[in-house]
């Protein structure tokens, strides 16, 4: 059973041994992926990813040009897609490196499809999870510094315009209604410049 080309995850491999890379590509196409990159190299890998943005990134870790620890830790950092690594050496300390570059998950050649799918699946849950508890920082750290840019924007008002907490409040609310600015944009204009921010 074929799946529909919108549930096709996009993958981009990256291995200098051509027989390895053909094989994976076939493999990969057997199991619903649609490869969109293929690379001998580091740097291609890196090119094709930028360029295509895949869901998945397939790198060997001995590669010419630039390894595929550091086109990982490249692609790890932009926070394009997971990557698997795949290695025939299986030191521990390049499963460490490759872990710190950013792989989501490592498999070990000769492997077969039963080995790469479920590495697969891995990898894309645990990259898809980083990027959600990622989402959730970010906003709480939004609210946060909002929360403390609200407060000291109180302070200002409160001490020049000798309003009540409250009424500060409500100045940075109405202020920020009829501006059409968000209450930390308010917030952030007091601090700066006192409560002349709303005559301008």
Known sequence: MTQAPTSRRTVVIAEDEVLIRMDLAEMLGEEGYDVVGQAGDGQTAIDLVETHRPDLVILDVKMPILDGISAAETIARQRIAPVVMLTAFSQRELVERARDAGAMAYLVKPFTAADLVPA???????????????AEVAG?????????????????????????????FRWIQKTAMDLRLSMR????????????????
């Open 120 to 134: 697969i699946e891995v990898a894309v849950s645990r990259f898809a999870e980083l990027a959600h508890l990622e």
């Open 140 to 168: 709480l750290t939004e609210r946060l510094d909002t929360r403390k840019a609200v407060d000291r924007a109180k302070g200002v008002l409160q001490e020049q315009l000798s309003l009540s907490e409250p009424e500060a």
């Open 185 to 200: 944009q308010v917030a952030d204009g007091v601090i700066e410049h006192g409560p002349g921010i709303a005559g301008s």
